[in-house]
């Protein structure tokens, strides 16, 4: 099998799915623009070949790229970076080498909010109402509708980036002078607990590897308000939080991928309403969290999948895991060595998080673990005591 990995050194705990492939004898074909000296020594090692481009936005240069890879090692498999960036690139790229999976005429249902709507609704899952607005009037008539507050977004976007909440009309004023040059979409505010249903399908859509993860507080008020994250998977699901993620599954077709859906538990009504889909793994030390949550691989397994349609890992989600972020510009009543010693082994795993991922999820990351939800909370709230 022939498996060309677009920017494989990023994220960095994403190496491990190249190490994995490469361990099953597949041909790891790495595609970015980081020097090879640049990478980790397991990623080079896990790698058939290498082939630097200047540019990835460049899109001849990739191009260029997988017909060396084609000369040199016959039809290409598979090809993927599962990261949400890269997806249309990916898609692109699968159409114009007919190679399996998501391909470019299915591609704007799961990049653009407006028609991930439209999907809910067809599988009968309850959205913010909301739509695409072009200027003020537009705005101004659907407000007319749902009234404020209002959340505007990219209809197109990555995480948080350049999403606002919009209180009167003042500030929806504000926001129309200084909109950024792409569509927005407009919807009502939800005020309720955002939480996840996340996991692995197989090549005929069967659910291989599933859980679900609840968050202290949305990712839009982290990154706006400059604040601190954690959030915990769940040993149990709540039925209609799966029943709502398994018709999300179905309506999207999803296949021999991971999965990242997100939605709110409305705090008046508890009521389980969708918020958007992402067709790649979740963020950050998402994928490590599934490991420490139920003692598997999950790098081995998704490399399994890939090569023999089968997912080697049972599980019975035996802890909650949960990822305790800090700010390094934010004093602490407990340093590290404080929180190393109270808690020793239910700290299972703690780093340093890169750049573009710290408005999100902090500058430094704790993973911990506890079949005891109040042992959980209890740890996050020490970690994040503020003097």
Not at 353 to 358: D, N, P, Q
Request: charged content about 25%; aromatic content about 14%; some cysteine.
């Amino acid at each position: 099998m022939n498996f060309v990995f677009l920017s494989p050194q990023f994220p960095p705990n994403y190496y491990r799915f190249c190490v994995q492939l490469n361990a099953l004898g597949v041909n790891v074909l790495g595609l970015a623009d980081e020097p090879y000296q640049n990478l980790r020594h397991e990623l080079q090692s896990a790698m058939k070949e290498y082939y630097l481009v200047n540019n990835m936005h460049r899109y001849d240069d990739l191009i260029r790229a997988l017909g060396h890879f084609t000369h040199r090692y016959g039809k290409i498999d598979r090809i993927d970076s599962l990261n949400e960036y890269w997806l249309e690139t990916e898609a692109r790229l699968r159409t114009d080498f007919n190679i399996q999976g998501i391909k470019l005429n299915e591609i704007e249902k799961i990049k653009r909010k407006s028609l991930m709507k439209e999907q809910f609704r067809q599988a009968g899952v309850p959205v913010a109402r909301g739509k695409v607005v072009h200027d003020l009037e537009s705005a101004n008539l659907l407000i007319s509708e749902i009234g404020f507050p209002v959340v505007a977004k990219p209809d197109i976007g990555v995480g948080a980036a350049k999403t606002y909440k919009i209180h009167n009309r003042v500030e929806l004023e504000d926001f129309f002078r200084q909109k950024p040059d792409v569509e927005y979409i407009m919807e009502e505010f939800i005020n309720g607990a955002i939480c996840s249903f996340d996991g692995i399908t197989d090549y005929d859509g069967n659910l291989v590897f599933y859980t679900s993860h609840q968050f202290s507080q949305g990712i839009m008020e982290t990154v706006n308000k400059d604040d601190l994250i954690y959030y915990y998977s769940l040993r149990q699901i709540p039925p209609d939080l799966e029943d709502a993620g398994r018709r999300v599954l179905k309506i999207f077709n999803v296949r021999e991928r991971f999965f990242h859906f997100e939605f709110f538990r409305a705090a008046d009504t508890n009521e389980i309403i969708a918020l958007e889909v992402n067709m790649r793994p979740p963020g950050g030390l998402t994928t490590d969290m599934f490991n420490y949550a139920n003692d598997i691989d999950v790098y081995t397994g998704w490399a399994e999948l890939m090569v023999n349609n089968q997912f080697g890992f049972s599980y019975s989600r035996p802890y909650y895991c949960a990822y305790i972020g800090r700010k390094n510009e934010l004093t602490y009543a407990h340093h590290h060595g404080e929180i190393i010693s109270q808690f020793g082994n239910r700290i299972v795993y703690f780093q340093s998080i890169e750049g573009v991922f710290r408005g999100a999820i902090g500058d430094f990351g704790y993973l911990v673990r506890s079949p005891d939800l109040t042992e959980v909370l209890a740890m996050a709230a020490f970690i994040r005591q503020k003097v």
